[in-house]
């Protein structure tokens, strides 16, 4: 089966097809990733248990791993590790 494109009128988002300008595209600044990162880990490597309720644990699990893409390859990797190691030590406090 040949792929056949959409016609153009369906072509984009229904912001353009409506005549808006299509939005920016989102680059965010790794320096801000890596100061929220950094801040991050240091709260948790200060606690001596769990510093956030549940549900905020659960987000920052969610989103620190996220975050990192922003960032080089092996610095990403290096503070997953961390984050995860501090995790660990406090679920077990």
């Known amino acids: ?9 369906l072509r984009g988002s229904q912001q ?3 005549g808006a ?3 920016p595209a989102f680059a965010p600044d790794p ?5 929220w990162l950094h801040s991050l880990l240091a709260e948790a ?6 510093p956030w309720p549940p549900l905020n ?4 699990r969610m989103l620190f791993p996220q975050i990192t893409v922003w960032l080089p390859e092996d610095e990403g990797a290096q503070l997953r590790f961390q984050f995860e190691t501090e995790l660990a030590r406090l679920e077990a406090a």
């Open 1 to 9: 089966m040949a792929h056949v494109n959409p016609p153009e009128a």
């Open 16 to 18: 353009e097809r409506f």
């Open 45 to 50: 490597r200060a606690a001596q248990t769990m």
């Open 21 to 23: 300008e299509p939005a």
């Open 31 to 35: 320096d801000q990733m890596r100061e």
């Open 57 to 60: 644990t659960k987000l920052y």
